[in-house]
C-alpha cells in the first residue's frame, strides 16, 4: 500500500512539474502552422521548372502530315508533253491531290546561353519564394512570443494576487480576534473582507484571461494546453547587436539577384541560336519533281542541314525592359534601407528600454524590501491598536504593487531581451 501511494505521489509531483517552454512553442507552432506545407510545394515547382529549363538541348521530334488539292501544278509545256508521246512516252505529270507524312528531329547546338540563363532564373525565383515564406514564419515567431509573455505575466499578477488573499486572510483572523476581544470594530472587518472579495473578483478576472490566452496559444501550437503545466521562464541570451541577420535583409538580396537573372535574360534573349535538323517524309511530290512528273508516285525522301535563326525583335524593347529592371533593382535597395534605417530605431528602443530596467531592477529590490518591513510594522501597530485598518490595507496594497511591479519589471526586461534577439533574427 505504501509503494502504490508513494508511486502515485511521485506521479503527481511530475505532473505537476510538467513544463513548457518557449522554444518548444515556437518548434511546435512552426510543425502546426499550414503555411509551413508551403515548402514542399515550392520546392517541387521549382524542381519541374528547373527540368523543363533543362530540355533546352533535348532533341525535338515532330511528326505531322498533309493532304491537299491545287488549283495548278507544275507540268511540262503541251510541245513537250506530245514529243514525248510521239517517241511513245506518256508523261503522267503531277497530280492536284498531293500527300505528305513527315519526320523532323532538331538538335540544337548552341542557344546564345538562353537555357542555361533559365534555370538560373528559376533558381532565384525559388529563393524568392522560400524566403517571403521564412519571413511568414517569422512573424508567427513574434505572435508566439507575445502569447507566451503574455501568460507569464498574468501569471505574475495571479501570484502577486494569491499572496494578498494570504496576507488579507491572515491579518482578517487577527481582526476577529481584536473584534472579540472589544480592540477592534466590526467596520475594521468589513474593509478587510471588501479587499478580499475585490482581489478574489480580479482573480477570477486574471484566470479567465489566462485561460483565453492559453487557448489562443494552444490553436497555434496544434495541443491542448492543461491548467497545470507550468510555463518555464526562459533565460535571460546573449545577443550580438552588430550582426543583424532578419530574414527581410536576404529576401532583398534575392530579389535583386533574381533581377540580375532577367538581366542576363535579356542579354541571351538576342543572340543567335543554331541547330542541326534532319526531315524525312513520305508522299507526293518528292524532291525529285521530273520523277514525280513522269511517274506520279509516293516516294521516300529526306534532307539533314543546318539551321542559324537569329531574332532581332528583342532589340526593339531591350532597352526599356533594361530600364525597368534598372528601376526595380532600385527600388529594392530603396525597402532594403528603409527597413534598416527602421530596424535600427526599433533596436535602439528596445535596447534602451533593457539598460533602463537593467538599471532599476537594484531598486526594485529595495523597494520590495522596505515595503515589507513597513507592512510588517503596520501589522504590529495594528494589533496593538496604534493604526486603523485602512492604514494596514494600504501598507499591504504598497507592497503587494511592489511585488508585483519588480516582477513585471524583470518579465519585461526579458521580453525585450527575447523581442531584441527577433529583431536581429538571432
Not at 466590526?186 to 478587510?192: A, E, G, K, M, V
Not at 529594392?332 to 535596447?351: H, M
Amino acid at each position: 500500500m505504501r509503494k502504490m501511494i508513494f508511486a502515485a505521489a511521485v506521479l503527481l509531483a511530475s505532473v505537476r512539474m510538467y513544463g513548457i517552454s518557449l522554444e518548444e512553442c515556437q518548434r511546435l507552432s512552426k510543425e502546426n502552422y499550414p503555411m509551413i506545407k508551403q515548402y514542399e510545394l515550392t520546392e517541387a515547382m521549382s524542381q519541374f521548372s528547373f527540368r523543363n529549363a533543362a530540355m533546352g538541348y533535348a532533341p525535338r521530334i515532330t511528326l505531322g502530315g498533309q493532304a491537299t488539292y491545287q488549283s495548278d501544278v507544275t507540268d511540262f509545256p503541251e510541245v513537250f508533253t506530245s514529243l514525248m508521246q510521239a517517241m511513245g512516252t506518256d508523261v503522267a505529270g503531277l497530280s492536284r491531290d498531293q500527300y505528305k507524312l513527315q519526320l523532323e528531329i532538331s538538335q540544337t547546338i548552341w542557344d546564345g546561353g538562353y537555357s542555361k540563363a533559365q534555370r538560373e532564373a528559376v533558381k532565384a525565383q525559388n529563393e524568392v519564394s522560400l524566403l517571403t515564406i521564412d519571413k511568414d514564419i517569422d512573424a508567427l515567431e513574434a505572435q508566439v512570443n507575445q502569447m507566451y509573455f503574455g501568460i507569464l505575466m498574468l501569471e505574475v499578477n495571479l501570484e502577486a494576487n494569491m499572496c494578498m488573499d494570504t496576507l488579507l486572510v491572515s491579518n482578517l483572523a487577527a481582526a476577529k480576534s481584536a473584534a472579540s476581544n472589544g480592540t477592534a470594530l466590526q467596520s475594521d472587518l468589513d474593509n478587510i473582507r471588501v479587499e478580499l472579495l475585490t482581489l478574489r473578483q480580479q482573480r477570477s478576472q486574471l484566470e479567465r484571461s489566462l485561460r483565453t490566452y492559453k487557448d489562443m496559444l494552444a490553436l497555434m501550437i496544434g495541443r491542448k494546453i492543461e491548467d497545470n503545466e507550468v510555463f518555464e521562464v526562459p533565460s535571460p541570451v546573449i545577443i550580438d547587436t552588430s550582426r543583424n541577420e532578419r530574414t527581410e535583409l536576404r529576401l532583398f538580396d534575392a530579389q535583386i539577384a533574381e533581377l540580375e537573372t532577367r538581366r542576363k535574360m535579356l542579354d541571351v534573349a538576342v543572340m543567335p541560336k543554331f541547330s542541326l535538323f534532319a526531315q524525312g517524309w513520305y508522299g507526293k511530290p518528292g524532291l525529285n519533281v521530273f520523277d514525280d512528273i513522269l511517274y506520279n508516285r509516293l516516294t521516300w525522301n529526306g534532307i539533314v542541314g543546318v539551321t542559324f535563326r537569329w531574332d532581332i525583335s528583342g532589340f526593339y524593347t531591350r532597352k526599356n525592359d533594361m530600364k525597368r529592371i534598372d528601376l526595380s533593382q532600385r527600388s529594392v535597395e530603396l525597402q532594403r534601407d528603409s527597413f534598416l534605417r527602421n530596424a535600427d530605431i526599433r533596436q535602439t528602443q528596445i535596447q534602451s528600454e533593457i539598460d533602463r530596467m537593467y538599471d532599476q531592477k537594484a531598486v526594485d529590490d529595495e523597494i520590495v524590501r522596505l515595503r515589507e518591513s513597513v507592512r510588517k510594522a503596520s501589522e504590529s501597530k495594528y494589533r496593538n491598536g496604534v493604526i486603523t485598518v485602512n492604514d494596514l490595507l494600504r501598507d499591504i496594497m504598497n507592497e503587494n504593487n511592489a511585488v508585483l511591479g519588480r516582477s513585471k519589471h524583470e518579465l519585461e526586461m526579458l521580453k525585450n531581451i527575447y523581442d531584441l534577439k527577433m529583431e536581429l533574427n538571432q
